[in-house]
């Protein structure tokens, strides 16, 4: 659980990962003269740190910390402390090679990575609070420290372990989770190929082997849910540990929240932390680029919307580890973050403060280049602090819900993923990111909100390919509809249950009756198909046989045009909807090219009476609270954009009286006059 420890810093956080271990002493003066020179706010420290603060098993030196920490402190420079267990020493693994984890193939991973440990050993578990326990205690009551970061992004790197302790474990968490052998025989419906199981003991990760192939679905699926049950109780046994000797200051961890679907379940995790914190990189090659971090920002955000978060780490320059390491053009690192806090960041920091000249990401940009300061990416980090001090009225204020929602699921996205489809090659976690950047391009602010959030307030909730759907999500869009909303389903949504296991008579299993309908096939198309609606939509890989019986009270709201290549669908009927009271839920059976489904879109929403408010060719997100609101228009074109709001702008201080010019590449940030 979230203490009551609040970051509530009353400014919007600047800075970065600072790994003075890294450099002599006269660098590390020139880095904290750089900080304050930027205006720096919160450096975090110590994120790889265990091998130099405890070079030996039980011996530790904190001279190194303690300078950086002390510096740090007398520059007005908060820190964010990490627990350094990402990355164990080289003695822990040459004394125990049994924490790294093992591999699907049955692989022990090496030396020489980072989260080189498998989540389930008491091994590692012991040694990892040792040192927790050693830094919290040393630095728990310092008052430079103002949050905890503990390890680093969990996960990447050892999602999942399949090694015999990791096993054992697992099979300890399916006798709680299902109490009897049966339970779990009926659940994973073990009877095909002849797999009951006589006792949990017997169950075995789905390890993989020329012999055994393809896994029961079931069995991957939770081996997918114990995987993320099993790094979330290391991540709160550190949690306690710091809690315990560092009361009142509050608690994050760094996540990867974005298209998804992720290494373990964010929205469970955001309840254990005080803080919900990203680390979001741009992809130098997606032509989609700037949409996909306004929807990452507000999948982060969606979380937890009671509460601002912190984008932890992004990059000032290029990374790399893409395949072509392009760094941004000059205005479009200023552009993303202000994206993530127009969309409820109260921080904006950078991996790393100064780029390594040695060690695997010697390449990757920092916000002092090898150049040093005199550079490009220096100077514009440089005016991003300055502007980021001038959004201090913006802390702690909260992004205004949007009346349109898209339903997101990790879990539906792993059993997705869990064993052989219709179609291989197809991945639907990236249709909910297509739905909100069509939208978004089109003027709609959509919420992106986990299966759990509370729909109460929401007036369209949007459901693409949502393969997994419990009764209990089915009941909360039923709910939707009741009250008047307007529900829109796509194919590939509510396939299977909680278990993993088709719901049967027809898809989408528990919707079918809130939709009216029952798909009968799923028509998967070959690349060389061509298919359209009657409407003129172009149907892009997949179809479905669809009834709509006149009993089920859907309309046809389109069709398959004949004269397709595929007859099984045409004249069908290809897009529904059904009327309950004034709600309204849509079914739309095909996967449409990008103009076909956003006409769908806009005609769902207008019949919805949810109008376009954006502005044409600008990112215009409001921040509001404590009697005041924010404006923030972001404009990614090449062209000025008029937006038609006067204000005040807190980056110049101009005031505009009704109408604001955001130029070419620009940003604005207009706080409405009262
Ligand atoms: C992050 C990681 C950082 C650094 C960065 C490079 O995923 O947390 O330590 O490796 O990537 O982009």
């Known amino acids: 659980m979230t203490s009551n420890a609040r970051f509530a810093p009353g400014r919007i956080q600047f800075g970065g990962d600072w790994n003075p271990e890294q450099w002599p002493a006269a660098i590390r003066a020139e880095d904290v003269e750089l900080m304050q020179r930027a205006g720096v706010t919160m450096a975090t420290l110590g994120v790889f740190s265990w091998g130099e603060l405890e070079p030996e098993p039980g011996r530790f030196e904190f001279d190194g910390m303690d300078d950086a920490i002390d510096r740090l402190h007398a520059a007005g420079i908060a820190v964010d402390l990490a627990t350094p267990t990402a990355s164990p020493p080289i003695w822990l693994h040459r004394a125990h090679p049994e924490i790294l984890p093992v591999s699907r193939t049955g692989q022990r991973y090496e030396q020489g990575g980072r989260l080189g440990w498998c989540p389930s050993s008491p091994v590692f578990r012991e040694a990892a609070l040792g040192v927790v326990d050693a830094i919290a205690h040393r630095y728990g009551a310092h008052p430079a420290v103002r949050l905890w970061h503990l390890g680093n992004e969990f996960g990447g790197g050892n999602r999942r372990c399949y090694c015999d302790v990791s096993a054992a474990a697992f099979s ?9 052998i049966e339970a779990l025989n009926a659940a994973w419906g073990t009877a095909f190929w002849g797999h009951r199981y006589r006792a949990f003991d017997e169950v075995e990760p789905p390890r993989d082997s020329e012999t055994v192939g393809l896994g029961n679905p ?18 709160i046994a550190e949690r306690d540990v710091v809690r315990r000797h560092s009361p009142g200051i509050p608690i994050t961890t760094n996540s990867m929240v974005g298209v998804g679907p992720h290494v373990v379940d964010y929205a469970g995790w955001a309840r254990e932390f005080d803080l919900v914190a990203n680390d979001h990189y741009v992809t ?4 989609h680029r700037e949409a996909d971090v306004a929807y990452a920002a507000d999948r982060t955000r969606g979380l937890d919307p009671s509460r601002p978060w912190l984008l932890m780490e992004t990059a000032a320059g290029a990374v790399s580890w893409q395949r072509v390491n392009r760094p941004p053009e000059p205005g479009a690192m200023r552009r993303t973050a202000m994206t993530h806090i127009a969309r409820g960041a109260d921080g904006v920091m950078f991996f790393q403060w100064r780029q390594s000249i040695a060690g695997a990401e010697q390449f990757h940009s920092a916000v002092v280049p090898h150049a040093g300061a005199g550079s490009r990416t220096f100077r514009e980090v440089e005016a991003l602090g300055a502007e980021l001090a001038l959004l201090a009225p913006v802390a702690g204020t909260l992004v205004d ?11 539906s996205g792993w059993a997705w993923d869990s064993g052989p489809k219709p179609v291989w090659h197809r991945s639907i976690a990236t249709e909910a990111a297509r739905w909100h950047r069509l939208l978004g391009a089109a003027g709609h602010r959509v919420d992106v909100l986990p299966v759990s959030a509370d729909l109460g307030m929401v007036d369209v909730v949007l459901v693409p390919a949502l393969f997994l759907m419990s009764a209990t999500t089915a009941g909360s869009l039923a709910t939707v509809v009741a009250r008047g909303g307007t529900v829109v ?9 909680e278990t993993n296991t088709v719901v049967p008579g027809g898809y989408p299993g528990f919707l079918r009756d809130l939709l009216g309908i029952r798909v009968i096939e799923h028509v998967p198309l070959l690349a060389d198909d061509a298919v359209a609606l009657g409407s003129g939509a172009v149907v892009d890989g997949w179809a479905e046989l669809l009834e709509a019986p006149s009993d089920g009270g859907a309309e046809v709201v389109d069709r398959y045009a004949q004269g397709g ?6 004249g069908h009927p290809a897009v529904t909807a059904r009327d309950v009271g004034a709600g309204r839920a849509w079914y739309c059976s095909a996967s449409l090219d990008d103009p076909g489904l956003l006409a769908l879109l806009q005609r769902v929403l207008e019949h919805a009476g949810v109008p376009a408010d954006g502005v044409q060719g600008l990112d215009v997100v409001r921040r509001a609270g404590g009697g005041r609101a924010f404006r923030f228009a972001i404009n990614h074109g ?17 005031r505009h009286q009704t109408t604001t010019t955001v130029p070419p590449g620009g940003v604005v940030v207009i706080e409405e006059t009262a």
Do not use: K
């Not at 079931?218 to 991540?235: C, E, I, N, P």
């Not at 130098?284 to 032509?287: L, N, Y």
């Open 172 to 180: 300890r968490w399916l006798a709680d989770r299902y109490g009897a």
């Open 218 to 235: 079931g069995l991957v699926l939770d081996f997918d849910r114990f995987s993320s049950w099993a790094l979330l109780q290391h991540a």
């Open 284 to 287: 130098a090659a997606d032509p």
């Open 401 to 411: 819900p949007a009346r349109i929602a898209i339903l997101v699921d990790d879990e």
């Open 489 to 497: 389903v796509s194919s590939l949504s509510g396939i299977v249950d």
């Open 565 to 570: 290549t595929c007859a099984i669908v045409a």
């Open 638 to 654: 090449a062209a000025p954009v008029e937006l038609p709001i006067g204000g005040t702008d807190l980056l110049t201080g101009d």
